[in-house]
């Protein structure tokens, strides 16, 4: 079941805003052309090296045969791990669960 899903961490700020525009949008779209997601097992180490101790977080499940952007799982150098990024916008119909952290 895990395998049809990938997670993506931001803060209910940025959810509720996205509830608003009709579509997500991560920060690192416009600075990288992708937005950051995680598999399972990616997502605690995530929050370690990003996260940590901050206050408001979610975290989106999010069905990847409803992605309608590319999703490519790429190399991080930086950590040697391969991650799903979504180069594109989020479409909300995606979004199956969200969790607060």
């Known amino acids: 079941m895990n395998g049809e899903f990938i997670y993506h961490i931001t803060t209910q700020e940025k ?3 996205a509830l608003k525009q009709g579509f997500y949008e991560a920060d ?4 990288e052309g992708f937005m950051h997601c995680s598999t ?3 997502v605690a180490g995530v929050l370690e ?3 940590h101790g ?3 977080l979610v975290k ?12 490519v799982f790429e190399l991080a150098g ?3 791990e391969v991650f799903p990024h979504i180069h594109g916008t989020l479409n909300l119909d ?8």
């Open 15 to 17: 959810w509720d805003l």
């Open 28 to 31: 690192t779209l416009a600075k």
């Open 40 to 42: 399972e097992d990616q």
């Open 49 to 51: 090296r990003y996260y």
């Open 54 to 56: 901050m206050k408001g």
């Open 60 to 71: 989106l499940t999010i069905q990847k045969e409803k992605v309608e952007r590319p999703l």
């Open 78 to 80: 930086s950590i040697n």
């Open 94 to 101: 995606a979004v199956v669960e969200v969790t607060a952290i």
